[in-house]
């Protein structure tokens, strides 16, 4: 007990430039509730901002053209407070998906971490995704460019549309940033080896991108 108060508590901060050590502390003595408060909060304000950013030109294209100033009002006020719930809740379920999964990974590879210590995990590298989202939100309130592209992925570099326009969306330097950090934190943290974390941290990656690939086709489709 004396050992582990000795022990500091990891930084959200320190995850940007000593994520290692922030991964050491993480496996003595995980945090979770400050830095999941923290997190959310990032989350809320990054899904206002990235709302706050989007043209009213967009909102008109979306709807053919139909919207009065009212109907164009509602939908606005429909978009923020949905950004807002969103902020709220899908962090804290994304983070408790991806600590039972890792969870059961850990159980069947028989390591010995807690599920306290994946949750917390899960909790300080979902930090770097709110970052990010808080900065391409913050970029795109600046330049007033396309909502459905993220700044900091190569589709902002190359435009294309449908499937593959979600695709290149995907591959984000956040998202990249937040599977090297899962890896890592795999590896040190829940106690599996360098091969299975990289494993790991790669499935989710290209579970990702399918997921992106199937948004960008959609969206190409309803706005065909």
């Given at each position: 007990?004396?050992?582990?108060?000795?022990?500091?508590?990891?930084?959200?901060?320190?995850?940007?430039?000593?994520?290692?050590?922030?991964?050491?502390?993480?496996?003595?003595?995980?945090?979770?509730?400050?830095?999941?408060?923290?997190?959310?909060?990032?989350?809320?304000?990054?899904?206002?901002?990235?709302?706050?950013?989007?043209?009213?030109?967009?909102?008109?294209?979306?709807a053919g053209g139909a919207l009065d100033?009212?109907?164009?009002?509602?939908?606005?006020?429909?978009?923020?407070?949905?950004?807002?719930?969103?902020?709220?809740?899908?962090?804290?379920?994304?983070?408790?998906?991806?600590?039972?999964?890792?969870?059961?990974?850990?159980?069947?590879?028989?390591?010995?971490?807690?599920?306290?210590?994946?949750?917390?995990?899960?909790?300080?590298?979902?930090?770097i995704s709110a970052i990010g989202g808080?900065?391409?939100?913050?970029?795109?309130?600046?330049?007033?460019?396309?909502?459905?592209?993220?700044?900091?992925?190569?589709?902002?570099?190359?435009?294309?549309?449908?499937?593959?326009?979600?695709?290149?969306?995907?591959?984000?330097?956040?998202?990249?940033?937040?599977?090297?950090?899962?890896?890592?934190?795999?590896?040190?943290?829940?106690?599996?080896?360098?091969?299975?974390?990289?494993?790991?941290?790669?499935?989710?990656?290209?579970?990702?991108?399918?997921?992106?690939?199937?948004?960008?086709?959609?969206?190409?489709?309803?706005?065909?």
């Amino acid at each position: 007990m004396n050992e582990q108060a000795s022990v500091a508590k990891p930084s959200l901060l320190g995850m940007i430039w000593s994520p290692g050590e922030q991964f050491a502390r993480m496996r003595e003595r995980p945090a979770i509730w400050v830095a999941l408060i923290i997190v959310t909060l990032l989350s809320v304000i990054a899904s206002f901002v990235s709302v706050l950013a989007i043209p009213d030109d967009y909102y008109q294209q979306q709807a053919g053209g139909a919207l009065d100033e009212q109907s164009l009002a509602i939908v606005k006020t429909t978009s923020m407070v949905g950004a807002i719930l969103g902020g709220l809740f899908v962090p804290v379920i994304a983070i408790v998906i991806s600590s039972l999964i890792y969870w059961l990974i850990t159980t069947l590879a028989r390591t010995d971490a807690r599920f306290k210590q994946l949750f917390s995990l899960s909790t300080y590298v979902y930090f770097i995704s709110a970052i990010g989202g808080l900065l391409n939100g913050l970029v795109l309130l600046a330049v007033q460019g396309n909502p459905e592209v993220m700044v900091t992925s190569l589709g902002s570099i190359v435009q294309m549309e449908g499937a593959l326009g979600g695709l290149l969306n995907g591959i984000e330097l956040f998202t990249i940033w937040g599977t090297i950090l899962t890896a890592l934190g795999l590896h040190q943290v829940a106690g599996l080896s360098k091969g299975a974390a990289w494993t790991v941290a790669i499935v989710f990656f290209v579970i990702g991108l399918i997921l992106a690939m199937i948004g960008g086709a959609f969206s190409g489709m309803v706005g065909a």
